[in-house]
């Protein structure tokens, strides 16, 4: 009867997984790094474009402006680089975010407050998204 009783509680007992072990499972993401860079650097672009053209009146400005708005805040995007997509991948509630770009905006349009949304991209140190150049002697492959 015991080991009847041992058996069946062993099988209605959920495994015991510690936080750390759900963690360490979920941190390595290296095969993930890669296309979260690229999230993150279509992320900033399309926050960058809304930032610097807010106040455009026409012209492709305007264009930038209202093609990242409806990439920010539109509510129908689907697919693996649409707005709700990336936040989630790179753990950012899309909800807190869109709230935050309507109050800057708001903020915008009443003249109260001139702040910019970022400085510069986490992702690209140098502000270029091109490769460095080495220096020196440059190697022939001809043979």
Excluded: H
Aim: with cysteine.
């Amino acid at each position: 009867m015991d080991w009847e009783n041992g058996v069946l509680g062993s099988i209605f007992v959920p495994d015991v997984l510690t936080p750390e072990q759900y963690y360490d499972a979920r941190r390595d993401d290296s095969a993930m790094a890669p296309v979260k860079r690229l999230m993150m650097a279509v992320l900033e672009d399309a926050l960058r474009c809304f930032q610097n053209n807010a106040d455009a009146k026409n012209g492709s400005r305007k264009r930038l402006f209202a093609e990242a708005e409806q990439w920010l805040c539109g509510e129908d995007g689907d697919g693996p680089f649409s707005f709700e997509t990336v936040c989630e991948t790179l753990g950012i509630e899309p909800s807190f975010l869109r709230s935050g770009l309507r109050e800057w905006r708001d903020q915008q349009l009443a003249g109260n407050s001139t702040r910019r949304l970022a400085r510069r991209s986490p992702v690209v140190r140098s502000g270029r998204i091109s490769a460095p150049t080495r220096r020196g002697k440059r190697v022939s492959q001809a043979g």
